[in-house]
């Protein structure tokens, strides 16, 4: 398979950050068409690097070829045109006033014909199955929703490269689902590479091949199978246990018999109101130190 | 809040909510000229039905209109009574004291200015009322864009405007979310006194602050990373169309020009 992206011994120190990397010499390749995910703990520059590539941080160590195209101040323009990216927070990327006129952001940018807009912004929506919202604002959409407009505005430049950084880590469980497996089918239909950067262990076990950053440093690649298959601690350097399962266990230390799995944050939820209605009625004062 | 309307959209399926955003701005400046165009009471019979005319076409109802204006008349009250108390002798004086005139010319000009008062205003207020803020905002720019040839970055200032209103109820949601969890830890806002009120606004403003310069960051990033070089080397999406009903506003704009020149006072 040809490599569609290649890295070679990438460095970058943020200003005023002393001797710490964000990025160590970091080197991989992404072939043409997989999924590849990239996880690692809060600053692990896991982000860093994905904005690294699309062109967005002056990196001065290393080289980002993307379809053939070194990435440098005169062609980040090239580079840019292949690559979508959807960030974190649903709503600090959407521009646009209505669905229909965030989707047509990138197009406009562009400078592509009116007529042809319309076609494309159609298109898209109907792809990520927004159609009947093209006129709504975005103040009336949920986070999964407008996630999906930025996918439309993606899928509406058809780029060969889709980067989530991040982009379902402030979704619901539901929305990150619907999300993902958006994601799964326009890879499919639209012949896409994608890039996942996150914590969630669902998303990376999606992926085909799975980058472990620690500290800027590239300490592991490997299939999900391989990497799952050594255990926890792997796992616990790239990837955040679900918030449900941290708090349990946060409890289950403090001495108190939370129950061992929950499958959702409102059964938590539910359960914590339980638990504490019942203190409240009959105190007790086991449990406490 | 809630109470002012001057500013505010209400969305309705009329003729004049379907008007061009440009013809309405356009139309709203003229109608001001015509306002000071008229100077006698059948001028004045005459914009009173033009007026109501776009207003009853707008389907709004009047009253809710008016209540618009209801924040605004200090200002028209106040300016009614200096013309009635320091106008130029004219006519006959109906009381005098030191330096203070009452006089017929200065009522006749105070009922003038009040009438003025109140038709600009409801116009105004139509206008906002029947177009969105962000169609308002298409429409400036459109009608700016000349300005481009004397190096204004309209374009520009046209994607600012747009952001800034497209981020509104965004960070109202924001400022409601940190008055919520301040007030759980115990802040009172809207009341005590003046002093006290303004305090407990600082620790919603500063965290409101500091939100806004991150999304503006965010945003910026984002905006790059789809493609964004300048304002100026751009195709437009959101396009606005001159119709007939555009066309057929200026005949009824002409006729009523017309009329008020014939019956102002030369």
Same mark, same amino acid.
């Given at each position: 398979?040809?490599?569609?992206?290649?890295?070679?011994?990438?460095?970058?120190?943020?200003?005023?950050?002393?001797?710490?990397?964000?990025?160590?010499?970091?080197?991989?390749?992404?072939?043409?068409?997989?999924?590849?995910?990239?996880?690692?703990?809060?600053?692990?520059?896991?982000?860093?690097?994905?904005?690294?590539?699309?062109?967005?941080?002056?990196?001065?160590?290393?080289?980002?070829?993307?379809?053939?195209?070194?990435?440098?101040?005169?062609?980040?323009?090239?580079?840019?045109?292949?690559?979508?990216?959807?960030?974190?927070?649903?709503?600090?990327?959407?521009?646009?006033? %209505?669905?229909?006129?965030?989707?047509?952001?990138?197009?406009?940018?562009?400078?592509?014909? /009116?007529?042809?807009?319309?076609? /494309?912004?159609?298109?898209?929506?109907?792809?990520?199955?927004? %159609?009947?919202?093209?006129? =709504?604002?975005?103040?009336?959409?949920?986070?999964?929703?407008?996630?999906?407009?930025?996918?439309?505005?993606?899928?509406?430049?058809?780029?060969?490269?889709?980067?989530?950084?991040?982009?379902?880590?402030?979704?619901?469980?539901?929305?990150?689902?619907?999300?993902?497996?958006?994601? /799964?089918?326009? =890879?499919? %239909?639209?012949?896409?590479?994608?890039?996942?950067?996150?914590?969630?262990?669902?998303?990376?076990?999606?992926?085909?091949?799975?980058?472990?950053?620690?500290?800027?440093?590239?300490?592991?690649?490997?299939?999900?199978?391989?990497?799952?298959?050594?255990? %926890?601690?792997?796992?616990?350097?790239?990837?955040?246990?679900?918030?449900?399962?941290?708090?349990?266990?946060?409890?289950?230390? /403090?001495?108190?018999?939370?129950?061992?799995?929950?499958?959702?944050?409102?059964?938590?939820?539910?359960?914590?109101?339980?638990?504490?209605?019942?203190?409240?009625?009959?105190?007790?004062?086991?449990?406490?130190? | 809040?809630?109470?002012?309307?001057?500013?505010?959209?209400?969305?309705?399926?009329?003729?004049?909510?379907?008007?061009?955003?440009?013809?309405? $701005?356009? @139309?709203?400046?003229?109608?001001?000229?015509?306002?000071?165009?008229?100077?006698?009471?059948?001028?004045?019979?005459?914009?009173?039905?033009?007026?109501?005319?776009?207003?009853?076409?707008?389907?709004?109802?009047?009253?809710?209109?008016?209540?618009?204006?209801?924040?605004?008349? &200090?200002?028209?009250?106040?300016?009614? @009574?200096?013309?009635?108390?320091?106008?130029?002798?004219?006519?006959?004086?109906?009381?005098?004291?030191?330096?203070?005139?009452?006089?017929?010319?200065?009522?006749?000009?105070?009922?003038?200015?009040?009438?003025?008062?109140?038709?600009?205003?409801?116009?105004?207020?139509?206008?906002?009322?029947?177009?969105?803020?962000?169609?308002?905002?298409?429409?400036?720019?459109?009608?700016?864009?000349?300005?481009?040839?004397?190096?204004?970055?309209?374009?520009? $200032?046209?994607?600012? @405007?747009?952001? !800034?209103?497209?981020?509104?109820?965004?960070?109202?949601?924001?400022?409601?979310?940190?008055?919520? !969890?301040?007030?759980?830890?115990?802040?009172?806002?809207?009341?005590?006194?003046?002093?006290?009120?303004?305090?407990?606004?600082?620790?919603?403003?500063?965290?409101?602050?500091?939100?806004?310069?991150?999304?503006?960051?965010?945003?910026?990033?984002?905006?790059?990373?789809?493609?964004?070089?300048?304002?100026?080397?751009?195709?437009?999406?959101?396009?606005?169309? &001159?119709?007939?009903?555009?066309?057929?506003?200026?005949?009824?704009?002409?006729?009523?020009?017309?009329?008020?020149?014939?019956?102002?006072? &030369?």
């Amino acid at each position: 398979m040809a490599n569609i992206i290649e890295v070679q011994q990438l460095s970058y120190q943020y200003p005023d950050s002393g001797d710490r990397h964000a990025l160590d010499r970091v080197s991989f390749d992404v072939h043409q068409g997989e999924w590849l995910a990239i996880v690692g703990h809060n600053g692990s520059g896991k982000s860093t690097l994905a904005r690294a590539i699309d062109g967005l941080l002056p990196f001065k160590e290393g080289t980002v070829t993307v379809g053939g195209i070194q990435l440098s101040p005169e062609t980040v323009w090239d580079v840019r045109a292949q690559i979508g990216m959807i960030f974190q927070n649903p709503d600090n990327q959407f521009v646009g006033a %209505t669905v229909a006129d965030d989707v047509a952001f990138g197009l406009e940018n562009r400078q592509v014909p /009116r007529a042809t807009m319309q076609k /494309r912004v159609q298109a898209a929506l109907a792809k990520v199955g927004m %159609t009947q919202f093209a006129h =709504r604002e975005p103040a009336s959409l949920s986070g999964g929703q407008k996630q999906r407009v930025a996918l439309a505005g993606v899928v509406a430049i058809a780029p060969k490269i889709l980067i989530l950084d991040e982009a379902t880590s402030m979704l619901d469980p539901q929305g990150r689902q619907a999300v993902l497996e958006l994601v /799964r089918e326009l =890879r499919q %239909t639209q012949q896409l590479t994608v890039i996942s950067i996150t914590h969630d262990i669902d998303e990376a076990a999606s992926a085909d091949r799975i980058l472990v950053l620690d500290d800027g440093r590239l300490i592991e690649e490997a299939t999900p199978a391989t990497i799952f298959a050594r255990g %926890t601690a792997l796992i616990q350097t790239g990837l955040d246990v679900p918030f449900t399962v941290k708090l349990a266990a946060e409890l289950r230390a /403090r001495g108190i018999a939370a129950p061992q799995d929950f499958q959702t944050t409102e059964e938590m939820e539910a359960w914590l109101c339980q638990s504490l209605l019942n203190t409240s009625t009959t105190p007790t004062k086991q449990g406490r130190p | 809040m809630s109470k002012f309307i001057f500013g505010r959209y209400l969305p309705l399926n009329s003729v004049v909510h379907r008007l061009d955003p440009r013809n309405k $701005l356009l @139309l709203s400046f003229c109608y001001i000229i015509l306002v000071f165009l008229a100077n006698s009471w059948v001028s004045y019979l005459i914009l009173i039905i033009l007026t109501l005319g776009a207003i009853a076409a707008s389907k709004i109802k009047l009253g809710f209109l008016m209540r618009g204006i209801r924040p605004l008349i &200090w200002l028209i009250i106040f300016t009614v @009574l200096l013309q009635i108390l320091f106008s130029p002798v004219g006519g006959q004086v109906y009381w005098h004291w030191a330096f203070i005139n009452i006089t017929q010319s200065g009522l006749i000009n105070a009922g003038f200015i009040f009438i003025r008062f109140l038709l600009i205003i409801m116009m105004s207020t139509l206008l906002t009322l029947s177009t969105q803020p962000l169609d308002i905002a298409t429409g400036l720019a459109s009608l700016m864009r000349p300005l481009r040839w004397l190096h204004v970055p309209v374009d520009t $200032l046209a994607m600012m @405007l747009s952001i !800034a209103l497209r981020f509104v109820p965004t960070l109202m949601d924001e400022a409601q979310k940190i008055m919520n !969890a301040q007030r759980a830890r115990g802040v009172d806002f809207g009341e005590g006194g003046l002093v006290k009120q303004a305090k407990s606004l600082i620790p919603l403003m500063v965290p409101l602050f500091m939100s806004a310069f991150n999304r503006a960051e965010d945003l910026s990033t984002a905006m790059e990373a789809r493609g964004y070089q300048d304002s100026e080397h751009r195709s437009q999406y959101r396009i606005l169309t &001159w119709q007939r009903r555009d066309t057929v506003t200026w005949i009824i704009f002409g006729v009523g020009l017309v009329l008020i020149l014939i019956s102002r006072r &030369w």
